[in-house]
């Protein structure tokens, strides 16, 4: 049966959605803008006259990515650090949450381990001592420097160990008694039935790998090496307008340091908005059933 809502009722559900569409608009103008930009002329985006719809159009900036080496590389090592990151990523969180989901009469030091893993979340031994471990471990200008300092996301690791906890206890009481052991569990009957969760946790640590570039910026000596955030980050162009000959006054006229960085986010941006929609429709799913319990 279908009720007829209030007034009131009519009047919140649109405050709600007018909210939600001024916080979306707010959140898509930054993207919208940089867009814009880097399509833009050099005069407009220099003189601020971009805002939400290109000025000049042109995609010079484009261009200019695509020849140059050192950005075609920095994307490249990102792609090669998502893959092989996200890939330990997965595998080590797998294997820790769960155990850790097991009862204290299943794995007598599950607290132990419990407390541990939750220290090393809430404190850290800071950037010096990471940085000199990596250095000790002969890992600088190495993929594993990128990878290995954060092969253990704790965040990841209690998310999946709540949504194991939250399985119904009946499967593992039946698998017990058909004589299963805990390989069988975990790899026919649990990770089967996380799909939700493990989208989740494969969502950030994919976005985590791909959106940092600190520590690129401190265990990459050459910038063959920088992976591609680390890469835009420290991009300073400079322009000796001595050295400009007429060949390149035309050019310049289509591309500034402005319009090129734009186009650069907007790349760099481009392999997370295709891949977020494919596990969009297991992120909320998988978040919210695996945060209920300790």
């Not at 939400?52 to 050192?70: A, D, L, M, Q, T």
């Not at 990523?89 to 381990?113: D, G, Q």
């Not at 979340?121 to 300092?149: C, Q």
């Amino acid at each position: 049966m279908v009720r007829n809502k209030t007034l009131s009722a009519r009047l919140g559900e649109s405050a709600v959605i007018a909210l939600m569409l001024v916080i979306s608009l707010i959140s898509l103008a930054p993207v919208v803008h940089t867009v814009s930009v880097s399509f833009s002329n050099t005069a407009a985006a220099a003189g601020g006259l971009v805002k939400f719809w290109p000025v000049g159009f042109n995609i010079e900036s484009y261009r200019k990515i695509i020849e140059e080496p050192h950005f075609i590389n920095s994307f490249f090592v990102s792609v090669k650090r998502v893959i092989i990151g996200g890939g330990v990523n997965f595998l080590l969180t797998v294997l820790m949450a769960y155990p850790l989901s097991r009862s204290s009469k299943e794995f007598p030091l599950r607290n132990v381990y419990m407390w541990f893993m939750l220290f090393t979340m809430l404190f850290s031994g800071g950037v010096i001592p990471l940085y000199l471990t990596v250095k000790s471990l002969g890992l600088f200008n190495s993929i594993w420097a990128l990878v290995l300092p954060g092969a253990v996301p704790v965040f990841n690791v209690v998310l999946l160990m709540n949504f194991f906890r939250n399985m119904p206890k009946e499967l593992t009481d039946a698998a017990y008694i058909d004589g299963a052991g805990p390989w069988y569990m975990l790899l026919q009957i649990f990770l089967p039935l996380s799909l939700p969760s493990l989208a989740t946790v494969t969502l950030f640590s994919v976005v985590g790998h791909w959106n940092a570039f600190f520590d690129g910026m401190i265990f990459m000596r050459s910038m063959e090496y920088y992976p591609l955030q680390t890469y835009i980050q420290q991009l300073v162009v400079q322009l000796n307008i001595s050295e400009i000959d007429s060949s390149q006054q035309e050019m310049l006229a289509k591309i500034s340091d402005k319009t090129l960085n734009s186009a650069k986010i907007v790349v760099s941006m481009v392999p997370i908005l295709v891949v977020y929609p494919f596990l969009q429709k297991y992120f909320i799913h998988g978040i919210m059933l695996g945060s209920v319990k300790e």
